[in-house]
């Protein structure tokens, strides 16, 4: 982790200590992040930069995923983010990895469940066992099972 910051070092120090957060580059122009963005995307790592600013949008647009504080951000940094946060707690960004990680196990399995559902009714269908009136409702049924199984997303907290 790294701190790029627009910020006097004094303040950047401060923060960066409350965070626990070790290299920190202070008095930072636009140009300053997205340059260090550069030079960090060189080793092949996926990046992720939390931005709040007018002057962390070019850094937020060149990132693999980045992410805007929604309640203090400027519009600029909300429209360059990926993700855009409601609130402004940076401590909610663990949350949002695990909900993503989460997210792509939904997709997997709904995709997966549906993929069986209709391979098995529509070989159902060819033998003749399975009508296509029922094939139709078989496959809305699989429908709507993937949309409640996705929908226990919006409820989902992780247990800390």
């Keep these: 982790m790294v701190l790029l910051t627009g910020d006097a070092t004094q303040a950047a120090n401060h923060i960066a200590g409350v965070a626990g957060i070790t290299d920190v580059r202070a008095d930072c122009l636009p140009e300053d992040k997205l340059s260090a963005i550069r030079s960090y995307q060189e080793s ?37 983010a990926d993700i855009v946060l409601v609130g402004d707690d940076i401590r909610e960004i663990p949350h949002l990895l695990l909900l993503s990680k989460k997210m792509m196990r939904t997709i997997n399995i709904n995709l997966s469940a549906s993929t069986i559902l209709n391979f098995v009714a ?39």
């Design 44 to 80: 092949g790592e996926p990046i992720c930069m939390v931005g709040d600013g007018i002057n962390d949008a070019p850094a937020l647009k060149a990132v693999q995923v980045g992410i805007a504080m929604g309640g203090v951000g400027s519009d600029i940094a909300i429209e360059a």
């Design 122 to 160: 529509i070989t159902l269908a060819i033998t003749g066992i399975l009508s296509s009136v029922v094939g139709a409702f078989v496959h809305n049924v699989g429908s709507v099972a993937v949309i409640i199984n996705s929908s226990l997303l919006l409820k989902w907290r992780s247990r800390k």
